[in-house]
T-cell receptor
C-alpha cells in the first residue's frame, strides 16, 4: 500500500530564514509523482511544486524547492527566505497511478518576525 | 477566472437528511475528485471521475454517491446524513497527465447534527 508520512506536526521559522518540511513516502510503483500543497487559514488548497519519479533534477518554483532523495524515499520541501505569508498548513501528496492523490497529515508552519 | 467552484460553502444538516454538493470547473479538465478533510487526517479521497459519465470509488466512499453527467460538473450526494460525515469537503479537477496538479475548490464546510 502506498503511504505518505509527514512527521512534523508543527514547525517554527523566523522571517527571512529557510525551512525544510519533511515528507517520506512508500511505494512499489516505479512511476510516481510527488506534490506539495499549501493550505492557509482561509482554507483553500494551493499547488506549490511537483516532482516526478523519473525527473533527474530537483524541482524548483521560485522560493520553493524540493529535495528529492529517491533512494531514501524522501521529498522534502525547502522554503527559502520565509515570509509571514508562508504561515500555513503544508501537505505532501503522492500520485497513485495516473489519477489519485494520497495526502500526508500535514505540517503547520508558523513564521515569526 | 473561476477555476473550481463549490456550492454551497457552508451547510448544516440534521441526521438523516439528504443533500447534494455541486462542483463546477471551467478548465476543461477530464478528471474530477471529491475529498473530505478531517482534523489531523489530511485529505481523503471519496470518489473520482475520469470522464463524463464515469465514476469510481476512492478511499472512503461509504455513505456517498456521485454523478458526472456533464464534463464540467461533479455532484456529491449524501442520501442519509450521519454525524460522522461532518467534515470539510473539497472538490478538485485535473488534466489526465500524471504530472498535472489537481486544482481545488475553496471547500464546503458541512455539519451534521
Amino acid at each position: 500500500a502506498q503511504k505518505i508520512t509527514q512527521t512534523q506536526p508543527g514547525m517554527f521559522v523566523q522571517e527571512k530564514e529557510a525551512v525544510t518540511l519533511d515528507c517520506t513516502y512508500d511505494t512499489s510503483d516505479p512511476s510516481y509523482g510527488l506534490f506539495w500543497y499549501k493550505q492557509p487559514s482561509s482554507g483553500e488548497m494551493i499547488f506549490l511544486i511537483y516532482q516526478g519519479s523519473y525527473d533527474q533534477q530537483n524541482a524548483t518554483e521560485g522560493r520553493y524547492s524540493l529535495n528529492f532523495q529517491k533512494a531514501r524515499k524522501s521529498a522534502n520541501l525547502v522554503i527559502s527566505a520565509s515570509q509571514l505569508g508562508d504561515s500555513a498548513m503544508y501537505f505532501c501528496a503522492m500520485r497513485e497511478g495516473p489519477r489519485k492523490l494520497i495526502f500526508g497529515t500535514g505540517t503547520r508552519l508558523q513564521v515569526f518576525p | 477566472n473561476a477555476g473550481v467552484t463549490q456550492t454551497p460553502k457552508f451547510r448544516v444538516l440534521k441526521t438523516g437528511q439528504s443533500m447534494t454538493l455541486l462542483c463546477a470547473q471551467d478548465m476543461n479538465h477530464e478528471y474530477m475528485y471529491w475529498y473530505r478533510q478531517d482534523p489531523g487526517m489530511g485529505l481523503r479521497l471519496i470518489h473520482y471521475s475520469v470522464g463524463e459519465g464515469t465514476t469510481a470509488k476512492g478511499e472512503v466512499p461509504d455513505g456517498y454517491n456521485v454523478s458526472r453527467l456533464k464534463k464540467q460538473n461533479f455532484l456529491l450526494g449524501l442520501e442519509s446524513a450521519a454525524p460522522s460525515q461532518t467534515s470539510v469537503y473539497f472538490c478538485a479537477s485535473s488534466y489526465s497527465q500524471g504530472n498535472q496538479p489537481q486544482h481545488f475548490g475553496d471547500g464546503t464546510r458541512l455539519s451534521i447534527l
